[in-house]
């Protein structure tokens, strides 16, 4: 993995623990500018070590959470994966558009590819307002978008704390450990 990549991991880490917090909370909190971290969010720049170790102490978390995504908790990996705000912590979304986000993740790869490809239809189309395009994000939402459509990758769907559960419950059944055993 190429450091750039290795930024922009850590950057979506920052930006899953940060939460429902504004940019500029957290950043108040953690002692650095919102623009700075706006940069460690988008893997422009990488934050020092002394900025991590504060951002860790803040969101009570061990320091290689941020830096390299380990953990030894089961909440601190909720957290990094962003299960824990998964779709209810996107506060510029409204309940509709939620509501769409969450009954798509239980949809099939079918029906998922249809509508990305509509939605590519509409962009070409220019159907669409341009006002409520992130520019950060939208290059990366496009790629996305086109690889769905075009079934070069299939729909990757968000980790809910219900569904990581399950997959850790179906993981200690095929690994022969009874919930029993754990005690």
Same mark, same amino acid.
């Given at each position: 993995?190429? *450091? ?15 939460? /429902?917090?504004? *940019? ?17 969010? &988008?893997?422009? &720049? ?24 380990? &953990? ?15 779709? /209810?912590?996107? /506060? ?21 590819? /249809? ?8 962009? *070409? ?39 990581? *559960? ?15 055993? &754990?005690?």
């Amino acid at each position: 993995m190429t *450091q750039e990549e290795d930024a922009k991991l850590m950057g979506r880490r920052i930006r899953a623990l940060r939460g /429902n917090r504004t *940019q500029a909370d957290f950043a108040e909190l953690v002692g650095v500018t919102r623009s700075a971290l706006a940069n460690y969010e &988008t893997g422009r &720049t990488v934050p020092s070590r002394f900025v991590v170790m504060k951002m860790a102490s803040a969101l009570g978390v061990a320091p290689s959470a941020i830096s390299a995504g380990q &953990t030894d908790s089961f909440e601190e990996l909720a957290l990094i994966l962003g299960a824990k705000s998964a779709i /209810n912590g996107m /506060n510029d979304l409204t309940n509709d558009e939620k509501a769409v986000i969450r009954c798509l993740r239980a949809c099939e790869g079918e029906i998922i590819k /249809n509508i990305a490809k509509e939605i590519l239809k509409a962009l *070409q189309e220019k159907k669409f307002e341009r006002s409520l395009l992130d520019n950060l994000t939208f290059p990366d939402d496009y790629i996305a978008i086109n690889a769905i459509a075009s079934e070069a990758r299939g729909f990757e769907r968000g980790i809910t704390v219900k569904s990581l *559960q399950s997959m850790m419950e179906r993981l200690g059944e095929a690994s022969g450990i009874a919930d029993d055993d &754990t005690d």
